[in-house]
Structures are given as structure tokens and as C-alpha cells.
């Protein structure tokens, strides 16, 4: 039954992969990778990493996703087509993907995975919870804030240039 929830959450996955670089809408292009991430938060739940599904879910499905959609929805007309890509373009892109698989496949089919020889450490939801409430030694709550708030300077950033550009013309 695993093996066919994988092989069903991983075509999932690739076709919405494929319908997100490939859609010429804008809209529809976020709505894709919303389904992306959502393949990814069922991955894993597949393989009982709930924490990160829940984080997946709310953080990249609900957060980013929402936010992309409503930044489309202030700087672009939503009947805008995006240009069609170019012949050349693809060719390259297709190189590009190729050589980068050929590394990825490489790198990982000739690294010696050493077998776990160090205690497994307590990650608990507790312990976990704990750990990005905090803000002593290998505590997470500073980092949040710092990229909640660059986050949010991006934003506003995009934002203004899209605004003035649309004023412009």
C-alpha cells in the first residue's frame, strides 16, 4: 500500500511540477505549486513525519502560497498571458536539468552512507515545540523574526516597484 501511495503522491507531484513552470497565467501557476506543496506535505504524512506536514501545511500551502496569490492580485492584471517561451530557451533549460540530475545521481550513488553509530536524539512534539519556542542556546525564535521581517521588506519591496512600473507606462 505504501509503494502506492508513493508512486501516486510522486505523479501528483511531477505533473503539477510540470503544469507550474509550463502554465502562461499567472494565477494558475500559483494554484500549481499550491498543489506541489501539498503532495509534499502528504509525502510526509506518508512517511509519519507529522510535524513537518503540519509545518509544510501551514508555513509554505498556507503562508507563502497566500501571500504569492495576493501579491498577483495587487501588482498584475489577472487576464495577463506570460510571454511563450522561446525554442532556445527550453534547449537550455533541458541541458541544465539534465547535467543537474546526472550530479545529483552521481553524487548520491557514490556516498558511502555510514550506518547511525550516535543516540538518536528526543524529537518529540514536546521537545520540538520547546526548541522554536526558544530563545537561549538552539533556540529558533530569532531566526523566525529575522526572516518574518525580511520576508516582509520583500513584500512591501515588490510591492512598491510594481506599482511604480505600472505608473509608469
Known amino acids: 500500500m505504501s509503494e ?23 494565477l494558475r501557476t500559483a494554484v500549481y505549486l499550491l498543489f506541489v506543496l501539498l503532495g509534499t506535505c502528504g509525502f510526509y504524512f506518508a512517511m509519519e513525519f507529522n510535524f513537518l506536514a503540519a509545518v509544510q501545511l501551514t508555513v509554505y500551502a498556507g503562508g507563502i502560497v497566500v501571500i504569492i496569490i495576493f501579491s498577483i492580485m495587487l501588482t498584475s492584471d489577472l487576464q495577463d498571458k506570460l510571454p511563450a517561451v522561446k525554442f532556445k530557451k527550453i534547449f537550455f533549460s533541458l541541458i541544465a536539468v539534465l547535467f543537474g540530475a546526472a550530479v545529483c545521481i552521481t553524487t548520491i550513488l557514490s556516498y558511502e ?5 550516535t543516540k538518536v536524539l ?3 512534539m514536546r521537545t520540538i ?5 526558544g530563545y537561549q542556546e538552539n533556540g529558533f525564535v ?6 518574518s521581517i525580511l520576508l516582509l521588506a520583500a513584500m512591501i519591496g515588490s510591492i512598491i516597484i510594481a506599482k511604480k512600473a505600472d505608473t509608469e507606462n
Open 4 to 26: 502506492t501511495v508513493f508512486y501516486i503522491l510522486a505523479s501528483f507531484i511531477l505533473i503539477f511540477s510540470v503544469l507550474t513552470v509550463t502554465s502562461r497565467k499567472i
Open 142 to 147: 530569532l531566526p523566525f523574526e529575522v526572516i
Open 113 to 117: 552512507f555510514p550506518a547511525m553509530t
Open 122 to 124: 528526543d524529537s518529540s
Open 129 to 133: 515545540g520547546l526548541r522554536l519556542l
